[in-house]
C-alpha cells in the first residue's frame, strides 16, 4: 500500500482531534522511531541530513541568508544559500527548485512574515503537548493511518454525508466567492473559500509518482530511514520515501520493503529512466514491484507569492492550504479554528 501525496502528519493536537472525532483511534498509530533519518544524495553520493551538514558550508552565509529573508519576498535560495539543502527541500515539500519558491510562504517563522503570535512560541508549545488526545507524540516523529490517508478521506465524507445541513456538490463552474454567494443565495460574508483565487493554470508543477517493491533480502544494503532528497536535475528522480519503514501499520507483504519515488516531470525522464536508477538511489537487486501509481499536479509559489495575497481584510473568509501552509496540520488546525468560531 503505497500512498500517491500525503502518507503522514506531523504533531498537532488539532489532527489528533479530528482523528478522534472520526473514531478512527484503533487505525491511527505513531512512526517508527527508527525511520527518522533523512538523506541528500548528490555528486554521486549519499550524506545524512543534519544541522552540522548544514553549517557545514558556511555559518555566515547561513546567517547572512536569514537576514536577508528578513526583507521580504525572498527566495528560499535567498534564506538559504546552500543550493543542494535549499532545493531538496523544496523540492520534497512543493515539488520546485529553492530559487522557485517564495520563503514567506514556506518558512514564514524564519522570514519573520505576518504578526507575532500574542504569546511566545515556547509557551504555545507546553499548551499544545498539554491536550492531545489518543497518545502524546515523541519530538520529531508523525504519525500515520492504517490504510493510508485514503481512510481518512472515506471518514470524512462518510460524516460529512451523514449531516443533514451538509450537501456536497461536484463539477460546479464557481471560480469565485461572489458567484458562489450568489449561487447559494447567501450573503458573502456567509462563504468560507478554500480554493486558490487569481490563479493562471499554468502555475503548477507536474509530478510523476512510482511505487517500488524489494525484498528484504534484496534491499538489505539500504538503511532503515525516512527517504532520500536528490536536487540534481539530471537525476530522474527528487526524492525516495522508505514508505514500508515508517509506518506502524504495514505497507508491504511479510519479508518486503515498499519504497515511493517521485519524479518531477520538468526534468524529462522517462519511466526507463526512473527504473535505471534504481541501481544508484537504492539497490543492484531487480525490484518485484514497479509500478507508475499516480500523477500530481503542485501550486507554485513564486517568490512574493505571500505579499502578492490580499492585505485587506475581505469581507468572506479565505482559508486553505495555498494560503496558510504548506502542511496537512496546517489546514486541519485553520478548519478547527473557523469551526470554533461558529
Known amino acids: 500500500m503505497c500512498d500517491v501525496a500525503v502518507n503522514a502528519t506531523r504533531a498537532h493536537p488539532s489532527f489528533w482531534r479530528l ?20 538523506w ?9 541530513l543534519s544541522p552540522w551538514l548544514v553549517l557545514q558550508q558556511g555559518l555566515f552565509k ?24 535549499a532545493d531538496a527541500m523544496t523540492l520534497g515539500i512543493v515539488n520546485d527548485v529553492s530559487r522557485n519558491v517564495d520563503a514567506d510562504f514556506l518558512m514564514p517563522s524564519m522570514t519573520r512574515f505576518g504578526d507575532e503570535p500574542p504569546i ?12 492531545y488526545p489518543l497518545f502524546t507524540p515523541q519530538k520529531g516523529t508523525t504519525a500515520s493511518l492504517n490504510g493510508g490517508m485514503q481512510t481518512l478521506v472515506d471518514a470524512l465524507v462518510s460524516a460529512l454525508e451523514a449531516l443533514d445541513n451538509v450537501q456536497i456538490s461536484f463539477g460546479v463552474d464557481i471560480t469565485t466567492p461572489e458567484a458562489l454567494a450568489e449561487e447559494q443565495q447567501q450573503p458573502l460574508s456567509s462563504i468560507v473559500w478554500c480554493a486558490p483565487l487569481r490563479r493562471k493554470t499554468t502555475e503548477f508543477s507536474h509530478l510523476n509518482v512510482y511505487a517500488v517493491g ?18 540534481d536535475p539530471e537525476a530522474p528522480i527528487s526524492g525516495v520515501l522508505h514508505e514500508s519503514d515508517v509506518h506502524a501499520s504495514p505497507r508491504a507483504p ?3 520493503r515498499l519504497f515511493r519515488l517521485m519524479s518531477p516531470v520538468a526534468r524529462g525522464a522517462t519511466e526507463e529512466d526512473v527504473k535505471r536508477s534504481l541501481r544508484t538511489y537504492l539497490c543492484e537487486a ?28 475581505p469581507t468572506f473568509t479565505r482559508a486553505g492550504w495555498f494560503y496558510s501552509g504548506v502542511s496537512i496540520t496546517h489546514v486541519v488546525a485553520e478548519a478547527e479554528r473557523i469551526a470554533d468560531v461558529f
Open 40 to 48: 541528500i544524495h548528490t555528486g554521486g553520493r549519499r550524506r545524512k
Open 19 to 38: 482523528i478522534d472525532d472520526l473514531g478512527l483511534q484503533t487505525k491511527f498509530k505513531p512512526s517508527n522511531p527508527a525511520a527518522s533519518t533523512r
Open 62 to 85: 547561513v546567517i547572512g541568508g536569514v537576514r536577508s529573508s528578513r526583507q521580504g519576498q525572498k527566495s528560499v535560495a535567498e534564506a538559504i544559500p546552500i543550493p543542494t539543502v
Open 120 to 131: 511566545k512560541w515556547s509557551k504555545v508549545k507546553r499548551k499544545m503537548m498539554q491536550n
Open 214 to 231: 524489494f525484498t528484504e533480502e534484496d534491499s538489505r544494503s539500504v538503511p532503515v530511514g525516512y527517504g532520500t532528497l536528490i536536487p
Open 254 to 256: 511479510k519479508g518486503h
Open 286 to 313: 531487480d525490484p518485484v514491484v514497479f509500478e507508475k501509481i499516480g500523477e500530481r499536479r503542485i501550486p507554485s509559489y513564486a517568490p512574493g507569492y505571500m505579499a502578492s495575497l490580499e492585505v485587506s481584510n
